[in-house]
């Protein structure tokens, strides 16, 4: 057991990522400073002078190299270094002299000059962000270098070939950090527990696929050629033939099965297993590192004080007044999230409507389909489009908090962005889970939208299949489109700025010798170049991920291939952040981290939502319940006892209603007969509901299916939830190597310290 502990494993990295006094390492730079070049005296070549003169009195070194932009390379001296080292170690085992250091590795000594760069305050009163937003500088950065580590991760992991093989994530840590390491290990290990889900879901989805065609309930409406339905609109829409909607009512059951339900339990199961499984993984990756009890707040004020000795640390402040503002506005920005999903509601209304009144005859026999496509389409855009707009109000509304750290800003923007966010992905899926077909009315006593247009209508084999097609819609535009836009603009920039410019020839003097180029000129200018990083650019990877989690996990019993979606986008995510990361953006400066943060909560809240979101998608969306309620209650087999017919035989015609066309309201305008239909005038027309002939009041099998619903979703979501809480009980969250490690550290502090007393009294 080494006499020593340190917070930070110097050591566990390579040491060609460590920092050493050898010479060939003083033209190695921490960061890169660019400006433009400003004319003399001008008030930004002023700010800049007195800002580079600030690290100078801090005995940073800077090397200026001109070009069409000015850049500043810096350096930051030891002294800095071995204050950090030795502030942060073990107070019980600190050594007596301080000039016995280890050397540092380059992602600390990246992170502590960002820091210092970022709080390093001029004479008046700026810093840096301060006089990047006023064009003195254009940006600063740390330098790839395209040796040793970087050279391991580019030859085995930032390539497609590597997109089964395991991720080098000490590697990773070693180049970018314990943050970004920590990222790709949940990352991989969110991906390879999603086979598992991928597989049941695909086994559900071809099970569905085998009975495509067997299910009674389809034979009975593709059969139904005799029933007439009631019009879809009031102007111009004729009668309809149940029959016609065969292929639909196949692909429902092919969804809307008795799998359904065993699926969504097993996928509750699942996101619980999973969360547990991965804070072991977590714990033992963190243990490793040595940063399992790794404090966060110490460190700040550590790198506090190395920037300035004088610091006062910042108080934590709470303002009941600043809160209820802010709870305020992001109630105000929810509503104005489901307004947006109105306006969705009110586009597929009114398509509906003008499709079913076109006169080409497949946007005619195909209204519903098509505006249920078409709305998906514009859900997908009203995302993109809000997703600016969320991070921008999520960040004022972080800025009237006021936190005190950079984790607690961070910790409070993602879970307002995340808020925001999810009703702008959610409340469209929603609305057609849980409202469509619900609160639409029915014949001769629609509701409508100011007066005119009807709300959707269900088809008669249920709603799910419209639900179905939202989310695949969605899914598979936002996993290609943004993964395709992410990753080809900062690819066509570099290609572009690769390319081979000409050096201008001049003309040599005789006896006159030739000019050597600065050897980091390149290097600079060409990591300029590369697609600028921010503190949102790590961010936004979790977020997109966490997102599709959602999809994966909340309404995944109405998409069972949701799942397999997401694990094929997420072999191919890995390598293209990798990429991204290592070849096409500057890069990110290292922060250290012992998990992924708020990121946790965030999705322990999701699976609790999955569990409610799944046992509502089965109690409402779906036929389960009402088929179930049929089969035990109305159906030949508990009227007659009869084992030779099949259960849900009669079913559809039991779920129909009856309306008499004399009771349309006044303006409506439906034609006599039906096309190609030669017989009597039509005197009634069926719909999808429980109401009597007579007055369209609900039918008691109406409320039987109703107390059957509520039932079935009480004992599914608490089933579900005790299977989680046992899960979690079962699976402890620190693996017993942990403990024991920790376990053997302090017995042997103990003992050291006993005999470090034996020694002190025999003297």
Known sequence: MQDEILLTPWRDCPMEDADTAAPQDEEKWDFVLVSNIHEVGSREEIKRKKFLDELSKKGFTIKKIEDKKL?????????????????????????????????VPVTTRIRIVNFILQNTTTPDLEKLPDLIKKKVFKAAFPLHEKEGVWENLNKNWARWRDIFHTQPIEDIRCYFGEKVALYFAWLGWYTCLLAIAALAGL????????????????????????????????????????????????????????????????????????????????ATVVTNWDLYRWDEEEEELALELINNLQHEPQKYQHSYLRSTIVLLMVLVMIAVLIGITHALVIYRVVAMALFTQSQVEFLREQANTIAVMTGAVLHYITIVIMTKVNKQVALFLCDLEKPRTLSQHENNFTVKFFTFQFFTHFSSLIYIAFFLGRING??????????????????????????????????????????????????VSHKVHKKPRCPKKRT????????????????????????????????????????????????????????????????????????????????????KANDIGIWLQVLEAIGTLAVIGNGLVIA??????????????????????????????????????????????????????????????????????????????????????????????????????????IAAWYVPDVPKSVKNTFLYRKHSNLRRELSMMACSTEV
């Open 508 to 591: 040599m003097i005789v006896g006159e010798e030739e000019e050597v180029e600065d050897p980091c000129k390149n290097q600079w200018m060409s990591n300029y170049q590369l697609r600028e990083v921010n503190v949102f650019s790590l961010f936004d990877e979790f977020l997109e991920m966490v997102i599709q989690y959602s999809f994966t996990t909340i309404f995944v019993a109405a998409f069972p291939l949701a799942p397999l979606l997401a694990f094929l986008n997420n072999l191919f995510e890995i390598r293209l952040d990798a990429i991204k990361m290592l070849q096409l953006s500057r890069r990110m400066v290292p922060r």
């Open 71 to 103: 850049y500043y390379g810096v350096r930051a001296p030891k002294e800095i270094f071995q204050k950090y080292q030795w502030l942060l170690r073990n107070p019980d085992s600190r050594p007596q002299n301080p000039d016995n250091h280890q050397d």
């Open 442 to 491: 029915h014949p001769g006593n629609y509701v409508r939208i100011a007066g005119k247009w009807r709300l959707e209508e269900c088809h008669p084999s249920g709603c799910i299949t419209d639900l179905f097609i939202q989310m695949g819609i969605i899914m598979v535009l936002k996993q290609t489109i943004s993964n395709v836009v992410e990753y080809l603009i900062p690819w």
């Open 203 to 282: 086994v559900v989805f071809v099970a569905g696929i085998t009975v495509f065609s067997s299910s009674q309930v389809s034979k009975e409406i593709c059969e139904a050629s005799t029933t007439i339905m009631c019009p879809l609109c009031d102007q111009k829409c004729p009668f309809w033939l149940l029959s016609d909607t065969c292929t639909y009512a196949k692909i429902t059951h092919m969804i809307d099965n008795e799998g359904t339900v065993l699926f969504a339990m097993i996928m509750a199961i699942w996101a619980t297993v999973f969360l547990e499984l991965w804070k072991r993984k977590r």
């Open 620 to 725: 409402i969306t779906s036929d389960f319940i009402p088929m179930q309620v049929y089969k035990y209650m109305y159906s030949p087999c508990a009227m007659e006892n009869s084992t030779r017919v099949d259960c849900s035989t009669g079913y559809i015609n039991h779920s129909l209603s009856v309306f008499h066309i004399q009771d349309f309201e006044p303006h409506t305008k439906v034609p006599k007969m039906l096309p190609n239909f030669t017989t009597e005038e039509i005197k009634e027309c069926r719909y999808r509901d429980y109401r009597n002939a007579d007055d369209y009041s609900y039918t008691a099998q109406f409320w039987h299916i109703f107390a059957a619903r509520l039932a079935f979703l009480i004992l599914f979501e608490h089933v579900a939830l005790c299977i989680k809480l």
